[in-house]
């Protein structure tokens, strides 16, 4: 299985710590960001991935080269125009025909890739979406469940309206198929694909149970930094 690293962002809430440096590159307890979710996907056996990038990709790819050092087969998708969520991961997904895993790139998170493999396997759907809780859901948008399978997704509720506390966690397994309603040039996956697939009855959840950071403010990346336990 094939997987797609999406981290083409500007990172516009970490500056001044991004005009320089992208954010994928950006260290986290001496490591760029991008390189824990890279060897996480090794741990479970995933060698193959794609990096959607944009902003300094070339400092991206300098870094990263094609993977050698990592012990994987990198491969770059590079927007030549903004492209949106949607955009960049249809371009980034073009040519693949089977499942694939999808992972945002500025989460720090130890996501137990095998046991997501077997909940999509068993689960059939067309997508399957880690869920994480958080008690701060007003700063979210929070999943509605029906099952095992995603209903909608409420955006950023009051605490005592939420339909619950999960959210998305930014790591999913896509049949390219469920791509095929998004349009050519720029769109956003969220709200012109999950969205609209899970009102179809075809995203299931699988609930990640472990470490999950976002990185996406000054104030987050720190957190992280502070309290992000990496595997050995």
Same mark, same amino acid.
């Given at each position: ?57 070339d400092?991206?790819?300098?870094? =990263? ?7 994987v ?9 903004p ?10 997904a ?58 909608? =997704? ?7 309206e ?9 790591? =999913?397994i ?12 720029k ?20 609930n990640?149970?472990?470490?999950? =950071? ?10 992280a930094?502070?309290?992000?336990n990496?595997?050995?």
């Amino acid at each position: 299985m094939r997987a797609i690293i999406l981290a083409g962002g500007l990172g516009e809430r970490l500056r001044p710590l991004t005009e320089h440096t992208p954010k994928p590159l950006l260290p986290i307890k001496g490591k760029p960001i991008m390189q824990y979710a890279i060897e996480n996907l090794k741990r479970h056996g995933i060698k193959d991935i794609t990096l959607a990038i944009s902003y300094h990709a070339d400092k991206i790819r300098e870094y =990263f080269e094609i993977g050698q050092k990592l012990g994987v087969n990198i491969s770059y998708s590079i927007e030549s125009s903004p492209l949106g969520t949607g955009g960049a991961v249809k371009q980034a997904a073009d040519g693949i025909h089977e499942p694939f895993i999808l992972i945002w790139g500025d989460n720090l998170a130890d996501y137990n890739i095998t046991e997501l493999v077997k909940a999509y396997e068993r689960q059939k759907a067309m997508i399957t979406m880690t869920l994480t809780a958080r008690e701060d859901v007003e700063n979210f948008g929070v999943a509605k469940l029906d099952g095992d399978k995603i209903g909608y =997704f409420v955006e950023k509720p009051r605490r005592e309206e939420a339909p619950s506390n999960l959210i998305n966690a930014g790591c =999913f397994i896509i049949h390219p198929d469920a791509l095929a309603i998004l349009p050519d040039g720029k769109s956003n996956i969220e709200r012109e694909c999950f969205e609209i697939q899970a009102r179809k009855g075809v995203v299931s959840a699988y609930n990640h149970l472990g470490q999950w =950071f976002p990185t996406d403010t000054l104030e987050k990346y720190k957190k992280a930094d502070e309290e992000f336990n990496p595997k050995k």
